[in-house]
């Protein structure tokens, strides 16, 4: 199995920081990545595919980037209601896998 | 658009059968393929399998022993069978379909999940 590793596990930030989450795979996992958005007591939400994909209805000041085994996940001006743990998970080979998740807090 | 809502029993006696069902509304089952993922009650999220509407399956190695998944067209429903249970199967499971869009697949959307606990 391809392992998924996310840092830092938790994170304290201000409204209005920039905020990075570093996602690394264990082997090369090209664009296959995925990130999303669980808020407490809700089912995950999808942010962005294929490393860098927003999808429709997500706001801009969410972004990805990354190929191969290293992937960031970028909250430009963190809001309020981005509170949330996020995860990252790679679809490039079976079984899909997951990171540990990132929580992410309000200072 | 397309709903899923995960049903079962919320407690299942150790060593028993864990039995869910998924119901696809706003769309058919058909051309998917239709996943259950767990997450243990303050852990991450991990994978157990999935389902073809053809019938075509794929479990996580982890749990393909006591794994089985299946589909039922005619009532736009899948299913999750989970064998021999213990306290570690405690979690919440979610159904949800993978998507994709020039080779690229994702889960979406989701079930709004439901807790099974394992306990006697």
């Known amino acids: 199995d391809i392992q998924m590793t996310q840092s830092p596990s938790s994170l304290s930030a201000s409204v209005g920081d920039r905020v990075t989450i570093t996602c690394q795979a264990s082997?090369?996992?090209?664009?296959?990545l995925n990130w999303y958005q669980q808020k407490p007591g809700k089912a995950p939400k999808l942010l962005i595919s294929?490393?860098?994909n927003l999808k429709t209805g997500v706001p801009s000041r969410f972004s990805g980037s990354g190929s191969g085994t290293d992937f960031i996940f970028t909250i430009s001006s963190l809001q309020p209601e981005d509170i949330a743990t996020y995860y990252c998970?790679?679809?490039?080979?079976?079984?899909?896998?997951f990171g540990q998740g990132t929580k992410l807090e309000i200072k | 658009q397309v709903q899923l809502q995960e049903s079962g029993p919320g407690l299942v006696r150790p060593s028993e059968t864990l039995s869910l069902t998924c119901t696809v509304s706003g769309g058919s089952i058909s051309s998917y393929y239709w996943n259950w993922i767990r997450q243990p009650p303050g852990k991450g999220l991990e994978w157990i399998g999935y389902v073809y509407y053809t019938g075509t399956t794929y479990y996580n190695p982890s749990l393909k022993s006591r794994v089985t998944i299946s589909v039922d067209t005619s009532k736009n429903q899948f299913s999750l069978k989970l064998t021999s249970v213990t306290a570690a199967d405690t979690a919440v499971y979610y159904c949800?379909?993978?998507?994709?869009?020039?080779?690229?697949?994702?889960?979406?959307?989701w079930g709004q999940g439901t807790l099974v606990t394992v306990s006697s």
């Open positions: 294929d490393a860098s």
């Open positions: 998970q790679q679809y490039n080979s079976l079984p899909p896998t």
């Open positions: 949800a379909r993978e998507s994709s869009a020039n080779g690229w697949l994702w889960f979406d959307p």
């Open positions: 082997q090369d996992i090209s664009y296959y």
